[in-house]
């Protein structure tokens, strides 16, 4: 298995009356059965290693945090773009009726926009390009639209933003679990996914209910 130690007589770097069973596979150091740590990538590591990994982390809570806020932003956007696509097919269908077909492409984007969004709440680098373009192109929707995008595109574009997006920062998330902080903002963000697309919900009925 990569990581175990082919010394047969070496010695743990933090307790050195003890065999070491791997060798950590960032710096070198031989580690204990107490000491080895196993990361979601099945990368071993010493316990300094661990303890520097959950330093960054820590450190980088606050940053974690603001762009997993970004969930709701995106939330907000679709739920906006939604609104307003129902609108103007409402409108139009009064003139001269408008196909379900292409109701159904122009609220894609709302759905992209989720997808954006669960990005952002789950770090996944993958959905970074993706979220740039949409907050991108939401600067058209006015005003809301052109608010949630700006404030989206600055966090991202800030170092800590882009920091928590690279390489190093994905072997820190491999190496350090989620705890109990990241478990109540999953919690917060759905629910402000539910009150954004509820208002929406309750405002189109007020304008549109007969």
């Not at 990581?3 to 065999?19: F, K, L, M, N, Y």
């Not at 129902?86 to 408008?98: E, L, Q, Y």
């Not at 920062?169 to 902080?181: I, K």
Request: charged share 25%; proline share 4%.
């Amino acid at each position: 298995m990569t990581g175990e130690t082919s010394e047969e007589h070496a010695r743990c770097a933090e307790h050195p009356q003890d065999h070491a069973e791997v060798t950590c596979e960032r710096c070198g150091n031989y580690a204990c059965q107490e000491c080895k740590r196993e990361t979601k990538r099945g990368r071993h590591l010493c316990m300094k290693c661990y303890r520097r990994y959950l330093e960054i982390r820590r450190d980088h809570y606050r940053a974690e945090h603001r762009v997993q806020g970004l969930a709701v932003s995106f939330y907000l956007i679709a739920a906006t773009w939604v609104f307003v696509v129902v609108s103007f097919a409402r409108f139009i269908g009064r003139v001269d009726g408008v196909a379900t077909w292409k109701l159904i492409a122009w609220l894609l984007p709302g759905l992209l926009l989720v997808m954006a969004g669960r990005g952002m709440a789950r770090l996944d680098r993958r959905r970074r390009p993706l979220a740039i373009l949409l907050a991108g192109l939401s600067l058209l929707l006015v005003p809301i639209g052109t608010l949630l995008g700006a404030r989206i595109l600055i966090v991202l574009a800030r170092e800590p933003g882009r920091f928590v997006f690279s390489d190093d920062y994905a072997e820190v998330l491999a190496a350090v679990p989620d705890g109990e902080p990241e478990g109540r903002l999953r919690r917060v963000l759905f629910l402000a996914a539910v009150f954004s697309l509820g208002l929406y919900a309750v405002l189109y009925l007020v304008r549109y209910a007969p």
